[in-house]
């Protein structure tokens, strides 16, 4: 990467400098110039111990200037001619390219950290270490969200999601694989979950109406430090695994918000049967048709108020209670009791939960 990085700053120096510049690596090559046919060529004249000068050098009628990492110089520029004029030329490329290299390996480092982070593939005791070497800030809030692309369109919704976020030294978007994409985003303080959900639904909006590329997105809790991001994006995941079962319609779940179903999904499957046998009669929860479930559905959403289903139903008051007593006799749970209530809807979301079979994290 550093060859092309070092190819850009050199094309747009060439103009300024109406000599011929260019950068040596350790290995003797000429990794960028500003005459394109000199690349790859062998300058036999460059060691390791010519770079080990820290001042700039004349070979061959152009003059080094050695650059690199705070411990030791991996490359070189040259500028032609030997005169102080290409040696100030020499010494101002190597700082310039030095700095860019810097901030280059920097947020390199910085991204390939986070993301050894959240995946947990870092000892805990050398977080703190790589973050301060990194001058990386742990004090701050952050969230991690999970992308996760539904539908494949040929347009990169990797740099879709870069190009929305393009504070690299705040945010990181990292490819965790071919369908995933984690989102670290630093919270200001004050920032609620519904402004996180604001901003989780403008990527699902961009991404859609733009791109024709569909996602789902699962929040994490915001967490202070690094340590805790692992967390967070184990967070992100459930959430999108268990909306995925409890929350199909959802493109947006947020690991707060998502209540009994965060229970019901960590029941062990041999309790989940258990208790769908000592709830309901043998096969009475099959038996219940489309529309009978559509209708307790609609009757726990207006709270079990009767009158108020029946309204958002279109049917009779009657033609409701006629339904909830059938759904009794079935059952032996009467849905207008608050205790009955809660068991089924507890039950319903078990038998949910048995039906989808998912995966585990």
């Known amino acids: 990467m550093s060859n092309r990085l070092f190819q850009g700053v050199i094309h747009q120096m060439k103009d300024a400098i109406d000599r011929t510049i260019g950068v040596v690596d350790e290995t003797s090559v000429v990794i960028a110039c500003s005459e394109l046919g000199r690349i790859g060529e062998v300058n036999e004249s460059i060691t390791s111990d010519t770079l080990s000068a820290t001042v700039p050098f004349v070979i061959n009628g152009h003059t080094f ?40 390996d920097e947020k390199y480092d910085r991204s390939n950290f986070i993301k050894n982070v959240i995946l947990d593939n870092i000892l805990p ?76 639904g403008s990527i699902v909006d961009t991404l859609s109406t733009e ?37 199909t319609e959802r493109t947006i779940v947020s690991y707060d918000n998502l209540g009994i179903a965060r229970l019901v999904y960590q029941l062990p499957t ?57 759904i009794k006799k079935l059952t032996g749970l009467d849905l207008r009791e608050f205790e009955d209530a809660i068991v089924f809807k507890v039950a319903l979301m078990v038998k949910k939960y048995l039906t989808s079979n998912p995966t585990k994290y």
């Open 211 to 247: 791109f024709y590329t569909h996602c789902v997105v699962g929040m994490g809790t915001t967490v202070t430090g690094i340590k805790d991001l692992a967390h967070s994006f184990k967070e992100a995941q459930v959430a999108l695994e268990v909306g995925k079962v409890f929350d």
């Open 65 to 104: 200037k050695s650059f690199g990492s705070s411990t030791r110089s991996e490359y070189a520029v040259f500028v032609q001619g030997s005169d102080e004029i290409a040696q100030k030329y020499a010494q101002l490329l190597a700082v310039s390219l030095a700095s860019i290299k810097q901030y280059y």
């Open 125 to 200: 005791g050398d977080i703190y270490l790589k973050a301060r070497e990194l001058r990386f800030n742990s004090d701050v809030s952050r969230v991690v969200m999970l992308i996760k692309i539904t539908s494949k369109t040929d347009v990169s919704a990797f740099d879709v999601v870069q190009n929305l976020f393009p504070d690299k030294t705040k945010d990181f978007v990292i490819n965790i694989n071919e369908t995933d994409i984690a989102l670290v985003k630093e919270i200001k303080p004050g920032i609620s979950t519904k402004d996180l959900e604001k901003l989780a």
């Open 270 to 326: 041999t309790l989940c049967e258990m208790f769908l046998k000592e709830v309901f009669k043998r096969g009475s929860i099959e038996s219940l048709d489309q529309e009978t479930l559509f209708t307790i559905q609609k009757f726990f959403e207006n709270n079990l108020n009767v009158s108020e289903t029946s309204r958002k139903l279109f049917v009779h008051r009657n033609t409701l209670v006629y339904r909830l007593e059938k």
